[in-house]
């Protein structure tokens, strides 16, 4: 099938991101290898949109911090209800549209691992995208979350219902961790992850785990919806990515 003429990762930073070679991988399964990779580096979507002024044609984009907020406003595209943000952007004719992935590439990870969400206990540092995009995804199945102040606080949402004040959590992320393999804070909890990985990731990390889940999730949601039969298994692509 054809393809985008580009695809890659967008943000600040990202020269340990792993979805280049994820978008390569996945894409082989369903027939796509011309595309050219890119890595765009970018601070801002003024400097995102003036980085691809030369890509001309269609590309497949996942973004990073700290570009998950802006392309709602400047090109128009809708995050998920609630979260208000985007992590996954495609260009078609000159035509913007886009999706999150974190929370159902968490949701995914977790299952992966041997961990149930539903009536299990979140405890969850922080307020941004990822962390709506995870309480959403979290409360949609069936989970409980205890939010902790961070740098941002997690305003309201379609997972006010599940929201408790305390407990003992069966598992904690702290989502202030700095991207590229930054230190977790400690939360008390049976187990906790990190979503942060860097160049000497292996594919028993849950960040490497979230990231591979919440890509393939793009594939499914955006990139080829039509095609979800061919895309591989979490399993596949870990493998592939690590042989």
Known sequence: MSGPAYWGIAGFPISHSL???LFKIVGEYVGISSPQCVFIEANSIDEFLKNIEHLNGDIWISCTAPLKHSPQERLGVSGPEGINAINQLKRSDGEWSGTSTDGLGFVAACRHIGFEPKGSILKMRGGGSAARS?????????????????????LNGPWDSVIIEDGEADLAIDLDTAA???????LSAKEQVTISYDEDATKDDFAVIMVVAQHLEAWKQLFVPDQESKLPSLESVLRDLFQ
């Open 19 to 21: 979805t280049p070679q």
């Open 134 to 154: 995870i309480a959403a995804s979290w409360a949609r199945e069936g989970g409980s979350i205890i939010p902790i102040e961070g740098r941002r606080t997690l």
């Open 180 to 186: 590229g393999g930054g230190d977790s804070g400690f």
